[in-house]
């Protein structure tokens, strides 16, 4: 049975950081590309950042490029997301996805595998 759980999540203030984990067990963790998205109250479900199977190959939303670093470990079947510089509008639900598909990086339907999410809260 697969399980991603995430942790890591908290109350921040603007500017602060945070570093947002994904533990992965029951699949062959370094054959899935893995990805960060974010869910805020009354939004959709958005892309915030994509990593490739071999952890060189990184894609990021916009709206965090040069704020936030995605990596992963494969040894320890675990993925990572550095969050600086967190501004209010990225106070969201950030949930952690796997997927056994080469592309689709930034969309919901490349991934199969799901976490339950960790709630991230920025105050100003």
């Known amino acids: 049975q697969v399980q991603l759980v995430e942790s890591g999540g908290g109350l921040v203030q603007a500017g602060g950081s945070l570093r947002l984990s994904c533990a992965a067990s029951?699949?062959?963790?370094?054959?899935?590309?893995m990805g960060w998205f974010r869910q805020a109250p009354g939004k959709e479900r958005e892309f915030v950042a994509a990593?490739?199977?071999?952890?060189?190959?990184?894609y990021y939303a916009d709206s965090v490029k040069g704020r936030f670093t995605i990596s992963r470990d494969n040894a320890k079947n675990a993925m990572y997301l550095q969050m600086n510089i967190l501004n209010p509008e990225d106070t969201a639900v950030y949930y952690c996805?796997?997927?056994?598909?080469?592309?689709?990086?930034?969309?919901?339907?490349?991934?199969?595998?799901w976490g339950k999410g960790t709630q991230v809260t920025v105050s100003s």
């Open positions: 990593i490739r199977r071999d952890g060189v190959s990184t």
């Open positions: 996805a796997a997927g056994i598909s080469t592309f689709r990086e930034s969309s919901p339907t490349g991934y199969e595998y």
């Open positions: 029951g699949l062959t963790f370094s054959t899935y590309k």
